[in-house]
């Protein structure tokens, strides 16, 4: 069987697979709704930016749209790939309200008056983008420890109090009762451990392209720093 990646799972989506259309749905939902609010925050009304939402899901899932487009052509890296289909959709979301606006002599809806400029619009899909694929390394990360036994699980937990809760290391080792230095290095595990979940959740994002994995790997982290 072929390894999934985000272009398997775009083909099966663009051929009216259910399952794989619900999985695009739940990957990509987040990183478009997060780009689209910012783009129009204060400018539509909740339904109709609801309504501009699914627009987009209606342009990569109708047959002939850009998914199925999509599956025979350049299979770089799919984050570029989604941010043009989500900025192409709203440019054409804001010529429509133009039109009609103007038709009944209101305000238009000037693209050109974007309370934030396209470059900030575009780090903050980045940013969305990198959200969602660190939560889905969370989550690979504690499926494996189940499989990793207790050291593995309790490293999990270690990374979730310093980084959900803000705890340090010195008051985890002494809620734990364990040795600073023995915490220091099951920290040290921890994020190789996530590292490893985060390689397998890009490379996902990046089938073919194991010398653009790392990389990825280190921005996505740089957006957090």
Not at 59 to 65: Q, T
Not at 66 to 89: C, Q
Not at 201 to 212: D, I, Q
Request: aromatic share 8%; proline share 3%; with cysteine.
């Amino acid at each position: 069987m072929a390894e999934a990646t985000c272009w398997t799972l775009i083909e099966g989506a663009a051929a009216g697979d259910s399952a794989a259309r619900t999985e695009f749905t739940h990957r990509y939902l987040p990183v478009i709704r997060a780009y689209l609010h910012a783009r129009w925050k204060d400018r539509l009304l909740g339904d109709e930016l609801q309504d501009a939402v699914q627009e987009v899901f209606v342009e990569c899932l109708r047959e002939d749209g850009v998914l199925a487009r999509a599956g025979s052509g350049d299979r770089r890296g799919f984050r570029a790939y989604l941010f043009g289909v989500v900025r192409n959709v709203a440019l054409r979301v804001e010529s429509a309200r133009v039109r009609v606006r103007d038709a009944a002599g209101q305000q238009s809806f000037h693209a050109e008056q974007l309370p934030i400029a396209e470059a900030s619009l575009s780090r903050i899909f980045d940013r969305a983008w990198a959200t969602s694929l660190l939560g889905e390394a969370v989550q690979r990360q504690s499926l494996l420890a189940r499989d990793g036994g207790p050291g593995a699980e309790k490293r999990v937990e270690l990374l979730r109090l310093v980084f959900q809760e803000g705890r340090s290391l010195a008051d985890i080792a002494r809620d734990w009762n364990a040795e600073p230095r023995a915490i220091y290095s099951e920290y040290e595990r921890a994020q190789a451990d996530f590292l490893r979940a985060l390689k397998q959740v890009v490379a996902f994002h990046h089938p073919g392209a194991p010398e653009s994995v790392g990389r990825e790997c280190r921005e996505l982290l740089a957006m957090f720093r």
